[in-house]
C-alpha cells in the first residue's frame, strides 16, 4: 500500500477542487444520487403512493372490469407507474420501502466491520510481533474466502432477519478495514513525529488516537463507501439465493429472486426496476469511493 | 534462485496454516446451525431408534469438540486429511462424488466467462487507451465503474429477458438440450463433444454457454479494462514507445503490439486474484440460469440443511481459491523478479 | 479512421460469431421422434431407490411402474385390482388375516421366478430395517406366512378394513432378494429386478432415466417402447423445454404462472386432475395460546383461502374445508358449514368472548418454511396474515425456519401455529384423519392433540368393514373435527400435465399414480 501522502489530514478536502476536477465530478454525481436515494427512502411514507404489501391491484382491477387472473400481474400504466407484481403490490412502493431495508443491512453491516477491523487493525499494527501475526494469518484466511460463500454459511447458520443478515455480511468485510488499517500503521509508526511523541514519553494510547488514527481515517472513509457498495450487492445476493429476510418486508433481492421465474412470461416490469436500483445505490458508493480513492491515491492519477 | 526457491516455500508453508483455520472455522460455522440434520434427512416420522442409529453411524451423537480424541472435530480433521469430505445427508453418497459431478460445470462456465472478461475487457481497455480522452474513451471508462455495480443475477435475468426471451436467440437455462445424450468423459461438455467428435454436444454446450458465461463475464470485465487501460497509458509515456513513435511506426502498431505485451503480467495476475471474486459471481450466474454446478449444490446443500454436502462445498471453494492464488503468486514472482515481498 | 476500421472488425466477428451459432441453433431444431419413445420432463428428483426406506411420491412412482404390489390400482382410478396377485385377497371374517394368491410363474426381469418366499422377503425387511416408511406395514402387519409357494397369507396385529389399500403402497412391493439384502436398506442399487410393465435401462442420477418393456411383465405391454425422464433444475427450465418441443409431458412442478401461460399455447394441452395433497394449518393444541378451542375456530373462521387461491396459485389449486380431501369418499366441507368462507364477524365474536377486540386484538405466531413446500410459501404465509390481521382483531407475526429446524420444532411444539402439507401414504380417509388426530399420533405430527371421543370415532373406522358405515363415521368425524380444530386445512393442489398435442392416454387420478404405460404417441 502506498502511504505517508496522508500525513496532513484531511488536506484533500481542500485541494480536491482545483486539483481533481474530473474526481470531484465523480463524488458530487455520487453524492448527488446516494441523496435522492436516502431522501425517498426516508420519506418513503409521504412519497409512496402505497403501502409495500398492500393488495392495490385487485381494487383496480374490479374497477375495470377486467379478469383477475388474466390481468395479474399489472403492467405498468398511469396509476401504477412501474406496475404490480403477482400479488398485486405496488412495484414503485416496494422499491421506495425497499431502500429502507438495502441501506439499513448494508450500511449497519459495514459500521459493524469498521468497529470490528479498525481496532483490531490498530492493535495489530501497533503491538506487532506475535498477536499481530495470529491476527494477519486470521484475518488473511478470511480474506481468502469468497465473500458470498462465507456470508452464505454464515446466513445459513444464523438464520433470517435484519440482524442476523447484517452480522453475516459485516464479518465479510472485516480483513478489509484490518489491512488497511494495519499498513497505514506500520508506516506511520515509522514518522519521525511519531517517534518524537514516543520519545517525550507519550504512552501507546496517545499515541494511536492523537497520531496514529487521524491517519488512517481517510483511507477508512474510501474503504467505507466501497465497502457499503460491495455489501449491497451481496445483500441483494443473499436475497436472491433466499437467505435473509421475512416475506413481508419490502427487499429488492427478495422481488429478483420472485421475479425470476416471471422471466419466461415477460413481466419484465418485476424485475427490471429492483435490479436496476441495486445497481443505481451501489454505483454511487462506488462512484463516492472511487473518487476519493483517486483524489488520495496519485499513483491512480490521470496522467 | 535461493531467494525465489526460498519465496516459494516460505509463501507454500503459510499456507498450511491457513488451511487449518479456514477448517475450523467452517467446522464451527456449520456446527452450530440449528435445525437437526438427521431429521431433515430421514423426514419426521421416521422411528426414534433409526434416526438414533443414524446419528450414530455419522458420528453425530460425539460431543462437537472437547478435550478427548473422540469427538467430531477430530473425526472431521481427520477425514479431511484422508480426503474424505463425508457423506451428503440428501443424497447418501459421498460429497466428493458430487463435487466430481458438479465441478466440471462450474470450470466450464467460469472458463468462458473469465475468457470473455479478459478478451472483451483487454479489447475495449485498450482502445481506450488509444483513443485516450475521446467519448468512447469515457464510455468505456463508466462502463469500467458502473460494472462492479451491477448485480449479476439481475444482469443474467435481463439477458435472459431480452435475448432469451424477446429475441429467442439463446436458451436461458441449464447446460444443453434436452434431446442431446451428452457423453461425459471430463464433465466438461465442450471437451466431451470434440474428444468424441460429438459435435452436436458441442453446439447445443456452447450455445447454452453464450448467456451465462456473457452475464458473468461482463461483471468481471471492469477490473481488466482499467488494467489494460492504466498500464498501457504507462507504457505508451515509457521511452521506447516514443522512440518508436518517432522513428514513424504507426500509433496503432505500437499500442497494440509493443504495449499490450507489457500490460499481460499485471492481467495474469489479476485473473488470479479474480477468482474468488469469480467463484461468488458463479454462484449467483448459477442459480439464475439453473446451471447445474457448484453454486446450485452449494445453495441445494444449504436449502436441504445437508450440512456434510453444505462444508464439503465451502471447504472445496476455499482450497480453490487459495490454491489458485498460491499459484498466481508463484508464477508471478518467476516471471517477474522484482517481486519480492 | 482507423479506428472506425477496427469497430467495424469487431462488429463483423461479432456477427460472424452469431451467425455460427445461429447454424449451431438450427441444427439442434427438434426432430419428431421415432418409434414410441415418450420423454417426460420433472423438477422433481429420485430420493433412496430402495422401496423399503424411500418415502417420497416421485421415487414412489418410479416404483408403481417398475416394482408392483401383489394389488395395483387400475389407472386412473381409485380401483383396486390383482397386481403381482392373481385375484383380490380373500380376509378372515374378522378382517385380521388377509390371505393372497400369486400368479403363476411370474418371472423379475432378470428371469428370477417370485414365490410366496420373495413376496414375504421383502415385507420382513420393511419389519427388520424400520425405515421411514416402515410403519406402513410394521403398524399393521404382525407377521407373514407362507402357505404354499402360490399363497402368501398376511396376519395382522388389528383388524384393518383398508388393508388392501395398504399392500398397494411401495414398502409392499416384491423386489428380488439378490440386489436388496434383508437387513439393510440401499440408496442406489446395483441394478432393477423388474416385475411392473417397465424394466430400467439407463439411469444417471439427476440427469436422466430411461425404462424400456419388461418382457416378464405379466400383463398387456405398454403403448409406448421407452419412456425417458429428464431431470430438470427447475420449473422454468422445464416449461421452456416443454414449451419448445424438447420433451413430450412436463409432469411436477410448473409454476402457477407458467400453467397460465401454457394453458394459452394453443399448442400444447394441457391436462388436468385433482391432486390428493392437501395444505393445513396446524395448532398445538396443548400448549398456550391455541389450547384453547375457540381461537383455534376463531382462525378457521378468518382464513381467507380465496385469496391464496387466486393470487399465489392462479387458480391451481382448490379451496379445502376438510382435511379429507374433494373427490374421496365420504368428502365433506365440513369448515364451510361451521365457519362459512371467509367469515371475519365469526371471528370477531368469538374473538370477543374470550375479551380480544380491535383495541386488544389477539396476537399469535404463524410459521412457515421457505423451501420445501416450493417459493410461493411465503406469500401463502402472507396472505393469511393478511387475510387474518383484517379481521382487525388479531395480530400475526410471521416466523420461518427452514425445513431441519422446522422439523425439529413441531416435534417440540415450539411453533404454537404452522403451516404443514400432506401427501397420502394410502387412499383411505385413515390417512387424513387418525394419522393426525388420534391421540396416539398426533405427537409426532406436532399438534399435540387429544381428545376421546375423537380417538373413539376413528378407531371405530379402522375396524368397520361395511364401506357405508364407515362413510357415515367419517362424515362424523369431519363435522367434529370443524368443532374441535386439532388442523384447519386450507388448499388441495391439482395435478397438471402440459403434454405435446400427439401424447394420448394420461391417467392420472386421485391416487395420483402415474401410469407410464397407458400413456402413448398418435404421430
Known sequence: MVSGFLSKPFRFFISMSKEHKGEWYIIVAGALILFVIIFSSVFAGIIAPYGPVTDVASPYIKEHNLDLRAATPLPPNETFIMGTNDLGFDVFSRILFGSRTVLL????????????????????????????????????????????????????????????????????????????????VLSVKEELYVEAARSIGAGPMTIMTKYVFPNVIASVVVIFSLNVADAILTEAGLSFLGLGLPPDLPDWGIDLAKGKKFVPSGYWWIITFPGLMIMLVALSFTMIGEGLNEVLNPRLKEK | MRALLSYILTRILLTIPMIFILLTLVFFIIRVMPGDPVKSMLGAHAPKETMDEVRHQLGLDKPIIDFSTNNQFVDYMSAFFHGDLGQSLWYRVPVTEKIAQYFPATLELSFFALLFA??????????????????????????????????????????????????????????????????????????????????????????HLVLPSTALGLILCGIFIRLTRANMLGVLKQDYVLA?????????????????????????????????????????TETTFSWPGMGSFLVESVNYRDFPALQGTIIFIALLVMGISLLVDILYAIIDPRVRY | ?????????????????????????????????????????????????DPAQAYDFFT????????????????????????????????????????????????????????????????????????????????????????????????????????????????????????????????????????????????????????????????????????????????????????????????????????????????????????????????????????????RGAVSAAIDRMSVVDKVFLGTVEPLYS?????????????????????????????????YDEANPFAFELWYTPTHYGDTEADVALLLKQGLEATGVMKVELKSAEW???????????????????????????????????????????????????DELLLKAQVTTKQKDREKIYEEVQDYWAAEVPTCPIFQGKLFLVTQPYIEGIAVGATMIFNYDVVYRTN
Open chain 2, 118 to 207: 479478459v478478451v472483451f475487457g483487454v479489447a475495449t481497455g485498450a482502445f481506450a487507451a488509444h483513443k485516450r480522452k475521446s467519448a468512447a474513451d469515457y464510455s468505456i471508462r463508466l462502463f469500467g465503474i458502473t460494472s462492479y455495480s451491477i448485480p449479476v443475477f439481475w444482469l443474467g435475468l435481463m439477458l435472459q429477458m431480452i435475448f432469451g426471451v424477446a429475441f429467442d436467440w439463446f436458451p436461458i437455462a441449464g447446460r444443453i438440450g434436452a434431446r442431446v445424450s451428452p457423453q461425459v468423459i471430463t464433465g466438461l461438455y465442450v471437451v466431451d463433444g470434440i474428444i468424441t467428435l460429438n459435435f452436436e454436444q458441442v453446439a447445443s454446450a456452447l450455445w
Open chain 3, 60 to 295: 414412489w412412482e418410479l416404483f408403481q411402474n417398475i416394482y408392483y404390489t401383489l394389488l395395483i390400482y387400475k389407472p386412473g382410478t381409485t380401483e383396486l385390482v390383482p397386481g403381482l396377485a392373481a385375484e383380490m385377497p380373500t380376509a378372515s371374517a374378522d378382517n385380521k388375516e388377509w390371505t393372497f394368491k400369486l400368479r403363476d410363474g411370474l418371472k423379475f426381469s432378470n428371469d428370477v421366478p417370485i414365490t410366496a418366499e420373495t413376496v414375504k422377503y421383502q415385507i420382513d425387511r420393511v419389519i427388520t430395517t424400520k425405515s421411514d416408511p416402515s410403519w406402513l406395514v410394521d403398524d399393521f402387519v404382525d407377521y407373514v406366512e407362507v402357505v404354499d409357494p402360490l399363497t402368501v397369507k398376511f396376519v395382522l396385529k388389528q383388524p384393518v378394513a383398508y388393508f388392501p389399500s395398504l399392500v398397494a403402497t411401495p414398502p409392499y412391493a416384491t423386489i428380488d432378494p439378490a440386489i436388496y439384502p434383508a437387513d439393510a436398506t440401499i440408496s442406489d442399487p446395483t441394478g432393477f429386478s423388474c416385475t411392473g410393465p417397465y424394466m430400467v435401462e439407463k439411469f444417471v442420477r439427476d440427469a436422466e432415466i430411461v425404462l424400456v418393456k419388461n418382457p416378464n411383465y405379466y400383463g398387456d405391454a405398454a403403448l409406448n417402447d421407452k419412456i425417458i425422464i429428464k431431470f430438470y433444475k427447475d420449473a422454468t427450465t422445464l416449461r421452456l423445454a416443454v414449451e419448445k418441443g424438447e420433451i413430450d409431458i412436463a409432469w411436477k412442478a410448473l409454476n402457477p404462472t407458467d400453467i397460465k401461460d401454457l394453458k394459452a399455447n394453443p399448442n400444447l394441452k394441457v391436462v388436468e386432475a385433482s391432486g390428493a395433497q392437501i395444505r393445513y394449518l396446524c395448532f398445538v393444541c396443548n400448549g398456550d395460546p391455541f389450547k384453547e378451542k375457540i381461537l
Open chain 1, 105 to 184: 443491512v448494508s450500511i449497519a453491516a459495514s459500521i459493524f466491520s469498521a468497529l470490528m477491523g479498525i481496532p483490531i487493525g490498530l492493535l495489530s499494527g501497533f503491538y506487532g510481533g506475535k498477536v499481530d501475526r495470529t491476527l494477519s494469518l486470521l484475518m488473511d484466511s478470511i480474506y481468502s474466502f469468497p465473500g458470498l460463500i462465507l456470508a452464505i454459511a454464515l446466513a445459513a447458520m444464523l438464520g433470517p432477519g435484519v440482524t442476523n443478515i447484517s452480522v453475516a455480511i459485516a464479518v465479510i468485510y472485516v480483513p478489509t478495514y484490518f489491512r488497511i488499517v494495519r499498513g497505514q
Open chain 3, 404 to 454: 431441519g429446524t422446522y422439523n425439529d420444532n413441531f416435534d417440540k411444539g415450539n411453533m404454537s401455529a404452522f403451516l404443514l402439507g400432506w401427501y397420502p401414504d394410502y387412499i383411505d380417509p385413515d390417512d387424513y384423519t387418525s394419522v393426525f388426530a388420534l391421540s396416539t399420533a398426533s405427537d409426532s405430527m406436532g399438534i399435540f392433540y387429544a381428545d376421546p371421543k375423537m
Open chain 3, 323 to 355: 382435511m379429507v380431501p374433494i373427490g374421496m369418499w365420504s368428502h365433506k366441507d365440513s369448515f364451510k358449514e361451521v365457519y362459512g368462507e371467509y367469515n371475519i364477524e365469526k371471528t370477531k365474536e368469538l374473538l370477543k368472548g374470550l375479551g
Open chain 3, 1 to 49: 479512421m482507423r479506428s472506425k476500421k477496427l469497430l467495424y472488425g469487431a462488429l463483423i466477428l461479432v456477427l460472424a460469431v452469431g451467425l455460427v451459432f445461429a447454424v449451431a441453433c438450427e441444427k439442434k431444431a427438434p426432430k419428431p421422434t421415432a418409434g414410441g419413445v415418450i420423454v417426460i420432463g420433472t423438477t422433481e428428483k429420485y430420493t433412496q431407490l
Open chain 2, 244 to 284: 518508436a513513435n518517432a522513428r514513424g511506426i504507426p500509433k496503432r502498431r505500437v499500442v497494440y503490439k509493443h504495449a499490450l505485451k507489457n500490460a499481460f503480467v499485471p492481467i495474469l495476475t489479476m485473473m488470479g486474484l479474480e477468482f474468488a471474486y469469480l467463484m461468488s459471481g458463479a454462484v449467483l
